[in-house]
Nanobody, 114 residues
Framework: QVQLQELGGGLVQAGGSLRLSCVAS????????MGWYRQTPGKQREFVAY???????VYSDSVKGRFTISRDNAKNTLYLQMNSLKPEDTAVYYCNIPPGRLSWGQGTQVIVSS
């Protein structure tokens, strides 16, 4: 069973940046699409971005131009570089194989203060 661990969240002021990491156990990482999702209390988990094994990326409209998803297959690690953060980006961020094929990890909390 592949396990996912999200890291790198924290408190940041609006306009600031954070870089999230997701470390995946197991050997399937390099062969599959990986994505980032986020969730705020009382709302459904929403898609943020995904990257294919070959590096093609897709973003939600709300983060396009501000966030960059990338992967290091040799390290089984997925990244999310978040720039120009806004208070509405505050959420718990998760990684998974779209649309959520694996058990969800604990996520990492991002808080953007205004």
């Amino acid at each position: 069973q592949v396990q996912l661990q999200e890291l790198g969240g924290g408190l940041v002021q609006a306009g600031g940046s954070l870089r999230l990491s997701c470390v995946a156990s197991g050997s399937i990482f390099s062969q599959t699409v990986m994505g980032w999702y986020r969730q705020t209390p009382g709302k459904q988990r929403e898609f943020v971005a995904y990257v294919t094994p070959g590096g093609t990326t897709v973003y939600s409209d709300s983060v396009k131009g501000r966030f960059t998803i990338s992967r290091d297959n040799a390290k089984n690690t997925l990244y999310l570089q978040m720039n120009s953060l806004k208070p509405e980006d505050t959420a718990v961020y998760y990684c998974n194989i779209p649309p959520g094929r694996l058990s969800w990890g604990q996520g990492t909390q991002v808080i953007v203060s205004s």
